[in-house]
């Protein structure tokens, strides 16, 4: 195991965010989505460190060692940003950053660029494409899935329930959903996220990994149970639930494009990719100004830090040394 260093970074609004750091150079920001921990960048912070970078690896607000505010109106879009911009101005010798996201982080990342382009030097996307929504997502989606238990209509009607279910065996939650979602599962894996009409929780009828896949083992299992047992699942939920306000706060910036040199890297059977009914990946990069490609994983599913960390871990270093020149 590395020898991480914890560090506590104070938020605008007064959240304490924990970032733990390997390695000694220019910043390299990573950032989280759900349901996920800074753990899933380990394989990633390792490379960078040998490569002659600072790797750091965010916990989102209500996550891990940060901290987890009740109100949805904490984990807004506007709170994202200024905790990555807070943390790359304590961590960074220069105050700036390369930002890599995945999942929620992906967004996160991307409106950060554009509301902190100060901060923002280049920037990583991973599985989640830019989003092109014109009306507010709430509504989107519940156009697009008016009968199925879409997996964020279950998060926003049924405030509490999905707590419930998944704090109720969190190491099961954490087994079928990141294997349900992974390369590794028999099914669509946007069955994960979209269960049948009728339905009234996420995880039932979803299969147990037997064996598990050679990126999962019982031992992170339960690091990532222990991890989310720390706050509970109320604030990462929430990042869904504040959309509504994201839809209002976001407005000045809706439709800037990203300015910073960028790449996108998802894998094949990611489960968002065909979530709107057509192929996100066949123009991922269209909300970058200066994008410098786009690499899809071929069998990787969302988790790919983990399933596909060779692949993941070249694109990366290729892309730092076309910015900073080869590293020792």
């Known amino acids: 195991m590395a020898d991480y260093t914890e560090h506590f970074v104070t938020a605008p609004d007064g959240v304490r965010l924990c970032v733990h750091t390997l390695g000694e150079g220019p910043l390299v920001l990573m950032v989280h989505g759900w349901p996920d921990a800074w753990i899933s960048w380990r394989p990633q912070m390792e490379a960078l460190a040998a490569a002659g970078y600072r ?94 238990l879409f997996y964020q209509h279950y998060f926003n009607r049924f405030e509490g329930q999905a707590e419930a279910e998944f704090e109720g065996d969190l190491e099961r939650f954490v087994r079928v959903m990141h294997y349900n979602l992974s390369g590794d599962a028999p099914q669509d894996t946007l069955v994960a996220l979209l269960r049948p009409e009728g339905s009234t929780t996420l995880l039932d009828g979803l299969p147990e990994p037997d064996p598990m896949p050679h990126w999962m083992n019982p031992a992170e299992v339960a690091e990532y149970a222990e991890l989310f047992r720390r706050n509970g699942m109320r604030g990462p939920l929430n990042r869904y639930r504040a959309q509504d306000i994201d839809w209002q706060e976001m407005a000045p910036w809706r439709g ?40 899809l994983i071929e069998g990787a599913g969302h988790w790919i830090q983990r399933e596909a960390t060779g692949e993941l871990n070249a694109h990366i270093l290729r892309f730092l040394e076309s910015l900073d020149g080869k590293r020792a």
């Open 55 to 148: 790797a750091a690896a965010i916990d989102v607000r209500g996550y891990g060692g940060s901290g987890a505010p009740h109100e949805v109106s904490s984990y807004t879009m506007l709170n994202h940003c200024a905790d990555n911009a807070a943390a790359i101005a304590a961590l960074s010798d220069d105050g700036t950053a390369v930002i890599v996201g995945h999942d929620w982080g992906a967004p996160i990342v991307y409106n950060t660029a554009v509301v902190h382009p100060e901060r923002i030097r280049a920037l990583i996307g991973l599985s989640s494409t830019p989003h092109k929504y014109t009306v507010n997502p709430r509504d989107y989606w519940e156009k697009r899935y008016p009968k199925e």
């Open 256 to 295: 800037r494009k990203i300015q910073q040199p960028a790449i996108f890297v998802g894998g094949t059977r990611e489960g968002s990719r065909f979530m709107d009914g057509y192929d996100r990946y066949a123009d991922a990069d269209w909300n970058y100004a200066d994008s410098r490609g786009v690499f």
